[in-house]
């Protein structure tokens, strides 16, 4: 480990966003964190990252010198990708498979529109080749190609004018050696560009999404590299000299070199990070206990709402996702959409009924209330139209809102809804916000269904710029244990890249029988390949790292059947490279999904997953002063809730100690978000600063 | 609008679907077969005590059957109890909610204090209930009985306990006993998540307010679905179409519809659609209104108001006639198991006469043909069979105004996921040679049509059979409109590029050796407008992809291409000829010259007739009929393709037979 990041006073967790580059800045001394949020430059997200460091700097009046660890949350690969703006690239691929883009997976994203499109293919036709190499199902060289082959196919590449070049050969999982041997041929024939194996990338079987998932990372990785070079530069201009970390779409985080080779693996960082830092602060705070049976992260932000769930400590992973319109093969942080956030426009259909999103304001125009060109009312309108949030303090005071129009816009919708009175603006809010609640409760309830989890098990934990706002009017209509309402919402991500690890999966396809008594010497030589592969990754991540452990998963099917389960390997189980045992963990998983196992049917298993964990030394987390029984209001805000005008106390997060207990309804104004309670729920805030807020009159107006 | 407060109508309007789809999560999560996992075929619904349905999901599941109708199979059963479920895969029994025998429907009945309140829906295709074939879905079977076990509506539970009677009926008459129960359960378990969240919305929000919602989300969804079909102009269109034979006679099969429209009320006639045939294509709708008619109504609507709600509510305004004893409205015990190829024309029929009343909406025809190949393998070792679908294969989509079709896909009728070749090769003896698009498939157009997928592989197994189900516009191309021409026809080469290499047209089963390569060829989609109108670039930029040959881009579009550029001169040239040499009004319709031959020896008054005399006989005898009245009027039509047209050259005489054989069945 090394000494100077394990000792050094400061840690500084960095999230590029769109509109806003968050940093959390934890003092391991002082045991304090300290935030800022400081506006994006898209046009060089450095620039942000560099401004608002020294900001922190000046502001807290520390020396560069004693920043021991940067860790870095950046969104370019998912817009680089998402816009398609990647560098040009070529994909070679085995004869007869030149349109693995095209034909994608032959489905359409709409199949009710039928004036719907399919994605645009990542590589257009006319930059797909086609060469003579080709492996069998098991691995075996069916076409190998001759010296004249690979010179064409160079000389073709070298005449598109490409700056990536990314190769996926048909079974390449079942002998990577042969793919990266042709990949050596051609590197050696195009020695300006770098040619990419899938198989490096991923090393699953599903031509089409391998391919994609190389072809991304090769797209992205000349922009990955100058960006972080770029980055890196500046950080030791100025005097830093910590080491940088970038966070990854499976809630960990990577050293700059890896993740300058492998950007694949930031794509979906940011959401992942949130999910990372709700499971940490379940885990250690007072809700200690709690936190480990469950929790339901919730990310309200300014276009969508995302959920996630952690059980036992552990975000719930997916191996199977979408950016946009491209499926992403690797074992990412399980985040689900589900509907609206803040910019979400209000409006009523020609039957007059009333509708929330799907368009939205997002963050330009905004909504009405912005005052920046928006014309619709969006949810925001709505909080502040009901008095939830404050037009002069709203962002702690950054942005100024205009209540009037707000107000006068959802008049508006109220008179096509038929809501009439002097309150019908509020009434009509209150309805929005009503289906807005009702409709995302609905899609939690859906994803809580596929993951055959109950809500009542979970912690509900609100983040982002709206979700504290909103949280209480979900938890409303989902009954979940309680709400734990986090100390600084609006920079969760910063906070989230903090707290974690450094974590990267390996996989390797293997579709063999399992556990049938013949000892499965070349499953476990497998396992002891990626074992190897991995632990080469961990020694090489950098001596911040602590203790390094790995982590086995397999998926396995009876024989005949159609789908794998995935079963966890325990670690003793790994070691003592036992079959038997993990037979038993399938068949117990089978048990508990389907109600049976199947003693008839052999076992067959498909794919080898190990994960290297490398800990970071553990943040400290800050403590709060002990608070009085009830502290102070700052005053009260006129708030129309449930039909009716109501006096609301509002507090100040910074005057709330620990063992502070306040019932709602009640307001707290945050400098990055405001954090409402629903009459009937009680809230004590813990040693951390977390409120821990409980359901405390079930059968309230609600019913 | 309704009685129910319109914010309320949209929270509950919400929550209904979203409990039909968490049922469907539910069923897929715990589900045990492919169909389920993967293929997704199959659907969960809330009903109401009439039995249709009002709350569907939006995005899991089979999307097309919102107009089933439970009704019947509901009044089959007398006394329901809390905790029953009734079970039915019976399409005559359950008067079309099942369509074939794979298909088991459950119906559970929820109460609330005693009362009935709706019912929760879910249906499986189940992978096998006996029969004939594995799998009980062929082509040949000319009869019911030959499709394996029917179970007409009864109860499967009763008070929360299995019907251990029905269960053993179950797992002795099909070969994947198992299988069906493990899907059976995850039915189970999808109806039993319904009752809970129908239980929390009535004690959340009232009975009263559920019982309206009922009624009020149907009426909801048909004052707009009313509001898109008035763009429909008031008016009589009428359209015809063909699948290509019913593979046990060489004649094809005619659907014929004539809409009438009026101020949103849309009727649909079928009357002169072909009777019943002695083959498997068949489709049961008991003569109403039905999922399989309508399915292309539910595209047009959310195409044209994506906040429609989705529920029976939408067809209201529409209304059919569909005469009995035809393909369309069968008596039993005709053969259904391959419905799904005649739905996928039934689809094409619609879009046509829709095309008809709104030409600046409806594409032109699909591939119209879905077609999973089939591989039955032997393994000579334990002489077993394997079975299994190496790809299941799509057309290009029609072109539309404004856009080209989309290249290798088509989600008219179901939006299936293939497999990778990956994981072909590692299940299935076959070697895939080439999976890509058919260049020069889709029909030429100022918008072109989409390609159709090419398919090539090599059998690496001793010996087996290649099962062909869904078949289809291998004649009757997809066809072109306002000057678009058709798309390519579908092929089937088996051998391809050897000497041997022979067209196997339209497959119910061939067997193969090891080595042999098939090639499946999908037809493409119909263009749209005046190729000659297609920008030279566009056309350029489609040869440079491949997706046009330098030949197509001359002859169909009269752009000259040399060297990777357009030849200005020369096109402008080609472009001027190829406007003197056609006709003076550019052809709204276009499907190609197989389907004009047969129009022009066939005529619509013709068959009017023909259909006419058949219906006075027995609906069982009309088949036979038929094929009689059609052997005496088409003597020269035999197995070979290469003879339709010159079968179909003497129009004049054609007629005169015609006559003297329909005067033959009139006696």
Redesign the interface.
Known sequence: MNESTATARYRVGVDVGGTFTDFVLADQVGQRLVYHKQPSVPLDPSEAVLEGLRVLIEREKIDPGDIGLIVHGTTLALNTTIQRKGARAALVVSQ????VL??A????PN????????EEPLV???RVLELPARL??TGEV?SRPNEAALDDTAARIRALDVEAVAVLL??A?MNAAFEREVVASLQDRLPHVDVTASTTIWSE?????RGIAATLNATIQPLMSDYLSRLEDKLTEYGIAAPIYVTTSNGGTLSIATARARPIETMLSGPAAGVAAATHIASTGEGEGDGLLGVLSFDMGGTSSDIAISMGGEPGYTNHTHVGDLPLMMPVVDVSAIGAGGGSIVWT???????VGPNSAGADPGPISYGRGGTAPTVTDCYLTLGIIDPDRFLGGNQKLDRASAETALREVADR??ITGEDRAARAAE?AL??TS??MA??M??AL??K?VDAGELTLMPFGGAGPTHAFMLAEEVEVKNVIVPPAAGTFCALGALTADVKRDFVRSF?RPFADGNGDGDVWEAFTALEQEAMDFIVGEGDILGHHYLQHSAEIRYVGQ??DLSVTVPREVALERDSAKVAEHFHMAHEK???FR?TESGLEITTLRVRAVGEVPKLVMPKLAEGKAVPESSGTRSVFVKGVLADVPVYRRDDLGAGHRIAGPFLIDQSDTTVFAMPGWTAVADRNGNLIATRTDRNGAT? | ?TSLD??L???LG??L???T??MG??L???G???YV??TADFGTALADLDGHFFAYPRAIGV?GFIDLDCGPTLRAISDLEPGDVIITNHPYASEGLATHAPDAHLLKPYFHEGELVCFGWSFVHLSDVGGRVPSSISPTNHELYQEGLFIPPMKLMRDGEWNEDVLSFIRANCRTP?ENI?DL?AMIAALN?GER?VSAIIE?HGIEAFCTVRSDLQE?AE??SR?VLRRIGDGTYHFVDYMDDDLVSEYPIRLEVTMTARDGEIHLDFTGTDPQVEAAFNIPTNGKRHAWLTVRM??LI??LD??TPMNAGMFRPISVTVPKGTVLNPVAPAAVGVRHATAVRVNDLLNGVLGKALPDV??AASGGAMVPVVLAADDPASGATHVAVVE?M?GG?GA?KG?DG???????I?????N????V??QIAV???????RPDSGGAGKWRGGVG?RL?FRIEAETGRILGRGMERFRFRPWGVFGGEPGAPMRVILNEGTPDAVDTGRIDMLSVKRGDTLTVLMPGGGGYGDPLERPEELVLADV????LSEETARGSYGVVISEGRVDSAATHDTRDAMHLDRPSTARNFDPGSNRDAWDAAISNDMVARLNEALMDHGASSRSRRRRVFYAETLPDLSGSEGTFTSALSDPDAIKARARKALEALSH
């Not at chain 2, 989309?406 to 008219?412: H, I, K, T, Y």
């Open positions: 007869g498979n030149r349109d095209e034909i997976r032959c489905r359409m199949s009710y529109d039928f004036r719907a499109g399919k257009p036709r006319s069998s199902a069916v048909i079974n999982p079987i599903r031509e089409y999404e259909d020609a039957q007059g009924v009333l509708k809804l038929g309805a009503l289906v009702t409709s609905s899609e309830l859906k269904a596929q055959g579709r159609g789908f999904t389907y109600g199947d019913k | 609008m319109s914010v109508l949209e929270i919400n929550k679907r979203a409990a789809e968490e999560h539910a897929q999560r715990t045990r077969t492919l996992k993967e999307s198992n493990g359960k998540v969240r959340r909801y004052i707009k509001d539910i595209a959310m195409t994506p906040t409806m594409p299941p799509v989509s539309r856009a989309v290249d290798g896909r088509d989600s008219s179901s939006n299936l996921a293939n990778p070749i990956e994981t090769e590692s070697s895939i040679l080439e999976y890509g698009i997928v090539k440079a992809s491949g997706f």
